[in-house]
């Protein structure tokens, strides 16, 4: 069935890139997303990328997508202690969207 | 534009009871999914209304159901509530292809 896979921690210095890796087995999804959740809150839209696209970037966010190896990075540029949170990476088809187990990013000073 | 919101934020019930949480999409939006979230199972899809109709659905029992209302407020219910159903459900609303913009949650603690 359909499955996401991410690392569950990665733990980064202030002002360093954050890597965030993801690989996926379903190839229907057209859209791929990343979402940011704070505790104790929702799931924040971050970004996403169509499927038929090698990168995105928006602002200090990078998204790279190889369809071949069905593996998606985010890329966040200048890493600040806002940026702690959990990252999910989803896709999915007809709005049922598949989230991987989510990473737990931790930005220390 | 406000959010999508969702009431109540956080809800206490029994083992046995029924419940019942609300979700307003964001204006326009006419699709609205439902998701559990739990430590152990992480984020799992339940089902997704549009236009009142539910076009997708989970992999969860019939206690778990929905409504979708001709203003596309949802609301889902659980019955006869089990220990495990202890999650944070959270809506989400869609306006066009698959992008869902989701709210705050409910949390809901079965003892």
């Known amino acids: 069935g359909e499955d996401v896979e991410q690392s569950l921690f990665l733990s980064v210095r202030e002002g360093d890139s954050s890597v965030i890796n993801c690989t996926y087995t379903?190839?229907?999804?057209?859209?791929l997303y990343w979402y940011k959740q704070e505790p104790g809150a929702g799931l924040q839209l971050l970004t996403y990328?169509?499927?038929?696209?090698d990168m995105k970037q928006d602002q200090r966010l990078t998204v790279l997508l190889n369809k071949k190896d069905k593996h998606l990075s985010l890329r966040i540029a200048d890493t600040q202690t806002g940026d702690s949170a959990i990252y999910f990476c989803?896709?999915?088809?007809?709005?049922?969207?598949?989230f991987g187990q989510g990473t737990e990013l931790s930005v220390k000073p | 534009k406000a959010g999508v919101t969702q009431t109540p934020r956080y809800l206490i019930k029994t083992r046995g009871q029924q419940v019942t949480l609300s979700c307003s999409p964001i204006s326009g939006h006419r699709s609205v999914s439902w998701y559990q979230q739990t430590p152990g199972q992480g984020l799992q899809f339940l089902f997704e209304?549009?236009?009142?109709?539910?076009?997708n659905k989970g992999n969860f029992p019939g206690r778990f159901s929905g409504r979708q209302f001709s203003n596309s407020r949802s609301e889902m219910n659980v019955s006869t509530l089990e220990l495990g159903d202890s999650a944070l459900y959270l809506c989400a609303s869609s306006l066009f292809a698959d992008t869902q913009y989701f709210g705050p949650g409910t949390r809901l603690t079965v003892l």
């Open positions: 209304y549009f236009s009142e109709t539910q076009r």
């Open positions: 379903d190839s229907s999804s057209t859209y």
């Open positions: 990328i169509f499927s038929n696209m």
């Open positions: 989803a896709g999915g088809a007809r709005r049922k969207l598949i």
